[in-house]
Nanobody, 124 residues
């Protein structure tokens, strides 16, 4: 059974940092392209970032470019998202997802699998 479990969310002040983790199991993590996507209250799904199987290629949404960094540790079957210079508009539930290489998404169902999400709230 494929499982993706996000952690690391929380409340942070504007300008602060958080590091999200996604623990993967039930599939060959190192053979999988992985994504981070987010959904803010009353808004649609927003694709955030993607990383290739061995981490050699990454891509980011313009809204997070230069502030967020996606990475992975295939030995630990874990995906990460380092988020710096956080803004109130980054407030959302963040999901990790397994899927094909792409730089857009409008629904979680476009991915093969996804986690339960972790809440990130940026507020003073």
């Amino acid at each position: 059974e494929v499982q993706l479990v996000e952690s690391g969310g929380g409340l942070v002040q504007p300008g602060g940092s958080l590091r999200l983790s996604c623990a993967a199991s039930g599939f060959t993590f190192s053979a999988s392209v992985m994504h981070w996507v987010r959904q803010a209250p009353r808004k649609g799904l927003e694709w955030v970032s993607v990383i290739s199987r061995f981490g050699g290629s990454t891509s980011y949404a313009d809204s997070v470019k230069g502030r967020f960094t996606i990475s992975r540790d295939n030995a630990k079957n874990t995906l990460y998202l380092q988020m710096n210079s956080l803004k109130p508009e980054d407030t959302a539930v963040y999901y990790c997802a397994k899927g094909q290489w792409s730089s857009r998404a409008t629904s979680l169902t476009e991915f093969d699998s996804w986690g339960q999400g972790t809440q990130v709230t940026v507020s003073s």
